[in-house]
């Protein structure tokens, strides 16, 4: 077991490399950088910089050295010293931007994977157990709306029915009052009345597949031999099911873990957008369309090392939860 | 009421299964005892109802099916209890799964979790009916282990059962039905699957068990020379209902029904040789074999670290194998599961490429010998439409989306020997030539039944007018009375048409009926290669005996199980 995670994280290393490369490459293809976008930016305002400040800017960000150097500077500095570079746009060090909203993203995202699990787990087993009665088809049909809708409009729907009904603020995690109050009772309150939109909308497509899926999974493994053997046991018929066949057709539900983390941290940027969220998603966008090159990147590179200990978390756990897995 | 020494009394049992279209009567009108210390064997074909009508003793009954009738009277020290009148899943039941009646059956391979340790699930079992302690419950389930015969049952019950050989699942699932000392067991078609001598290792096992403890058995099974091996009395099953039922002597020798005795003519002829059949006059020196296979092997996994079992060289699946085939020859190749045979039949058509030797075929006595493991693209296919093959399982060797018609004119279609209105001449042509209504072209596989489809995979293998057919356990999936119709329509067509057949098979009176010369194998080796008849008789090899006396004879009277060899004494 030991030897088989040592040897998955050992294989992380050279897909890490290529990754870092291919975020690189990805912020350097547009043409230009971010002193041509800055100086665009500057014009549409009426200004001006003269040659020889922009060649000083020029020197100073490194932008006139050959793309490998700028790479191994950037990837040097990472390594090395965990300096991911600095933000031109916001005057900050990346790391300082990125930590500030990881927290928060990675907050919503759990929260909201918890809430998928939570909602399908249930819903899923009562749907293959009871296939084809009048609860799986009302799963059934509600499920598919929350696939069809798109999350956005359910934020904004959401948002709405929330302000006029509850009275709530919304949009971000705080309200304004406490968006700088030191930690209390009174501010996880008030970030809770605030996290639950976000989170359903999140959550909501994500627990219509997750619904789908055990449903199509579990149907298959219940009429497999060895539910027969459970049963004529003596046991239980619950104990039955959720001890052979869910315990079986759960392997989709942890190997979601693998894809649901980056999903979550970037699929939702229209989503966070719209509700005003602190988290990575919003960033990134601003990062690249301003050519903010060390931000993106680092970004992107981030998400990369997200989906892989995703997927890591997510093999390590299917090796615990499937010896067959274990032994290959 | 009830007999004194009949333990589990069955009585009128109905099951009905309400389908979409239909009600299906799965299960009409069943009576039957079980005596303590006895084996009453259910015997039919597929669809009979033996299956549900041993579940329904359990009250496990898949939906949409359900009882509508009759009671299962078990007996106990309060006087019998009615099992029928109880709510499915109540206590009652639950208590009686298991605890007083034991199931065993057919699939070793999936009817134990592949996530969960043996032991785990022995244990849960024992705890299930008994207040035991987890640690006691761990020793009485290492010595269950230890009566099933299983070796290092310590150990063993910490793996999990993909670490198991299928005869050892079987074992395991032995002993997880015995855990709580059951009164009744109810063992389901439990060898099927399982080669003949790990079958005769089981069947032995379940037999001492028995004798040991005193169970009263329901075995049910279609291979009547189990039943004659094992049985005390027979219960034969048709369309739900039970034909006939006495004592074992009386349904072999002196049964009344027409359907068991179309049973036992099924079995007996298969157990007979095909009578009358005279070896073809190529079987003469003079004769150019048609297919020569000179020193073939085939390696699984070339020699690197990860493959590598035992001897460090891969996987030898085929090991050195010699053989021809006579033209109008029909050799069989018996052997058990892993035994290479398979693969061997797949390296004639080059399905499989050789690691190395060779594979010569002659299309007839004036052509000259071609190596087959030499031949390119073109030849291969040319080669291919003479030497064709035959698939084991008729269900998934039939693309259910095509029409029999493009079934069996594929081949035609794929050569461009035919096209448009000589294709469907040809294929009503062959559908007459299996036995199959030409009209029928025009549907779909699944409007067939098994035998049915295995006769479409025969004519699509006669499309082409092959000289040479591989038969991978072609009548396998088929139940005794189709199989022989089969076998005698393969027979048939080779009268016809003067083809070879190589016929692999690993049931051995399949493979006596059918064939004139046999080769066995064991390990990717062909140990012995015979006429069929000596093979049967006198085999010269320690391995052939010892396959050979593990076959169930079907007659009551001469056991011949008892007396096999076992591997320790060869």
């Known amino acids: ?328 | 009421m009830m007999k004194p020494n009949a333990l589990l009394s069955v009585r009128n049992l109905s099951i009905d299964f309400h389908l979409r279209t239909h009600v299906l009567h799965a299960v009409r009108d069943v009576t039957f005892d079980l005596k303590r210390g006895k084996t009453m064997a259910l015997v039919g074909e597929s669809g009979s109802g033996k299956s549900v009508t041993a579940r329904g003793l359990m009250r496990i009954i898949d939906k949409p099916g359900r009882m509508t009738g009759g009671q299962i009277l078990l007996d106990g020290p309060d006087g019998p209890v009615d099992v029928a009148q109880f709510k499915e899943g109540s206590r009652e039941v639950l208590g009686i799964r298991g605890g007083r009646i034991g199931l065993i059956f057919q699939e070793p391979m999936s009817s134990l979790s592949p996530v969960h340790t043996i032991g785990s699930q022995i244990v849960e079992a024992v705890r299930l009916h008994k207040r035991v302690s987890k640690k006691e419950a761990r020793v009485r389930c290492i010595e269950l282990l230890r009566q099933v015969e299983i070796p290092q049952p310590e150990l063993m019950t910490d793996r999990y059962t993909f670490e198991f050989s299928g005869g050892m699942r079987q074992r395991a699932m032995i002993a997880m039905a015995l855990a709580c000392d059951p009164e009744v067991l109810i063992a389901d078609e439990p060898t099927t699957a399982l080669d003949v001598t790990t079958q005769a290792e089981i069947l032995d096992l379940i037999k001492r068990l028995q004798d040991e403890r005193g169970m009263a058995m329901l075995l049910i099974t279609h291979d009547m020379g189990i039943v004659a091996e094992v049985a005390d009395e027979v219960a034969v099953m048709r369309f739900g209902k039970i034909v006939e039922q006495g004592p074992v002597d009386d349904i072999f020798h002196a049964s009344r029904h027409p359907y068991t005795r179309q049973l036992l003519d099924a079995t007996v002829k298969l157990e007979s040789g095909a009578a009358g059949r005279a070896l073809p006059a190529s079987l003469a020196p003079t004769v150019a074999p048609v297919l020569s296979i000179r020193n073939l092997t085939k390696i699984y996994g070339a020699p690197s670290r990860m493959f590598s079992r035992g001897s460090g060289r891969g996987l030898v699946a085929v090991d050195d194998a010699n053989l021809d085939l006579f033209p109008g020859e029909n050799l069989g190749i018996v052997g058990e599961s892993g035994s290479g045979k398979t693969t061997l039949g797949r390296m004639i058509l080059r399905i499989v490429e050789p690691t190395s030797g060779s594979v010569t075929y002659r299309a007839d006595e004036a052509a000259s010998p071609v190596d087959v493991t030499t031949l390119g693209k073109a030849d291969l296919r040319r080669y291919h439409q003479d030497v064709r093959l035959i698939f084991q399982d008729p269900f998934a060797s039939l693309n259910p989306r095509m029409t029999v018609k493009q079934i069996i004119g594929d081949p035609l279609v794929i050569s461009k020997a035919m096209s448009g209105r000589a294709v469907e001449a040809r294929v009503a042509e062959l559908l007459g030539k299996v036995g199959l209504d030409p009209l029928a072209m025009e549907r779909y596989p699944h409007a067939f039944s098994g035998g049915q489809r295995q006769r479409i995979g025969i004519a699509r293998a006669l499309a082409l007018n092959p000289k040479v057919i591989v038969a991978d356990e072609a009548t396998s999936a088929l139940d005794v009375s189709i199989r022989s119709q089969i076998l005698d329509l393969l027979l048939d067509i080779q009268k016809q048409l003067h083809l070879s057949f190589v016929f692999i098979s690993h049931d051995i009176s399949v493979v006596r009926y059918f064939c004139d010369r046999v080769a066995v194998m064991h390990r990717g080796k062909v140990v012995e290669v015979g006429d069929a008849e000596s093979i049967r008789t006198n085999p010269s090899q320690p391995y052939t005996k010892r396959l050979i006396s593990s076959v169930p004879n079907p007659d009551p009277r001469n056991k011949r199980m008892l007396h096999r060899l076992r591997a320790d004494q060869v």
Do not use: C
């Open chain 1, 1 to 328: 077991m030991l030897a088989y995670v040592a040897k998955r994280v050992l294989y992380m290393i050279p897909t890490l490399f290529g990754m870092s490369l291919i975020a690189f490459m990805i912020i350097q293809l547009p043409p230009g950088d971010y002193l041509t976008s800055l100086l665009s930016t500057m014009a549409d305002g009426g200004q001006n910089l003269d040659e020889a400040t922009i060649a000083r800017l020029r020197t100073q960000y490194g932008l006139d050295q050959p793309v490998h150097v700028q790479y191994f500077v950037w990837i040097g500095g990472i390594l090395t010293r965990g300096d991911f570079g600095y933000s031109f746009e916001w005057n900050q060090p990346v790391s300082t931007l990125i930590w500030d909203r990881m927290g928060s993203t990675l907050l919503i995202s759990l929260a909201s994977l918890l809430m998928v699990w939570a909602i399908s787990l249930p819903i899923g087993i009562y749907s293959a157990v009871r296939r084809h009665s009048f609860g799986d088809h009302a799963f059934t049909l509600l499920g598919f709306i929350g696939l069809a809708v798109p999350n956005f409009i359910m934020a904004l729907t959401l948002m709405y029915a929330s302000y006029r009904f509850l009275g709530q603020s919304v949009g971000g995690i705080f309200s304004p009052a406490f968006v700088d109050a030191p930690w209390s009772l009174a501010k996880l309150t008030d970030m809770l009345s605030h996290m639950w939109i976000p989170v359903i909308v999140i959550a909501m497509s994500g627990t219509a597949a997750m619904i789908r899926i055990l449903r199509a999974n579990l149907s298959d493994e219940l009429s497999k031999p060895y539910v027969i053997t459970a049963r004529a046991k003596g046991l239980p018929e619950h104990k039955v099911i959720l001890k052979y066949p869910v315990r079986i057709a759960l392997n989709p539900f942890v190997s979601s873990i693998g894809w649901v983390l980056p999903d979550l941290v970037s699929g939702v940027t229209i989503t966070a957008i719209v509700l005003n969220l602190p988290t990575a998603g919003p960033l990134l966008l601003r990062a690249l369309v301003g050519q903010d090159m060390y931000l993106a990147g680092s970004f992107i590179l981030l998400m990369g090392v997200l989906t892989l200990v995703g997927m890591l978390i997510s093999d390590i756990l299917l090796a615990v939860l499937d010896p067959r897995i274990r032994f290959n």
